[in-house]
């Protein structure tokens, strides 16, 4: 079966820096997307960046443009999410998402087929 564990996440003062890491495994797919979504108490989920293993394009919400970047290792089926430049609100419980058989991705929820458990960030003083 498919699973996804996200790691990385703590807390973090405004101005720092986390790198979250997303391993896959349980899937055989030649093509696929992982995408990061997060969701803050009271808030909706949303997302945040995804990329594509057809082409490595990415995509990233406005929000963070300029201060994350999604990348992978597939030779460890491992997507990352280096954030810098961490602000308060950007505190939520951060979630990797894959889709299979992708040859694009999106920010949107729906797309995907399998979710990991999530992992914390909190940035405060």
């Known amino acids: 079966q498919v699973q996804l564990v996200e790691s990385g996440g703590g807390l973090v003062q405004p101005g720092g820096s986390l790198r979250l890491s997303c391993a896959a495994s349980?899937?055989?797919?030649?093509?696929?997307?992982i995408g990061w979504f997060r969701q803050a108490p009271g808030k909706e989920r949303e997302g945040v960046a995804c990329i594509s293993s057809s082409d490595g394009s990415t995509y990233y919400a406005d929000s963070v443009k300029g201060r994350f970047t999604i990348s992978s290792d597939n030779a460890k089926n491992t997507v990352y999410l280096q954030m810098n430049s961490l602000q308060p609100e950007d505190t939520a419980v951060y979630y990797c998402?894959?889709?299979?058989?992708?040859?694009?991705?999106?920010?949107?929820?729906?797309?995907?087929?399998?979710w990991g458990q999530g992992t914390q960030v909190t940035v405060s003083s």
């Open positions: 349980g899937f055989t797919s030649d093509y696929y997307a």
């Open positions: 998402a894959l889709a299979e058989r992708s040859y694009g991705c999106a920010l949107y929820q729906y797309h995907y087929d399998y």
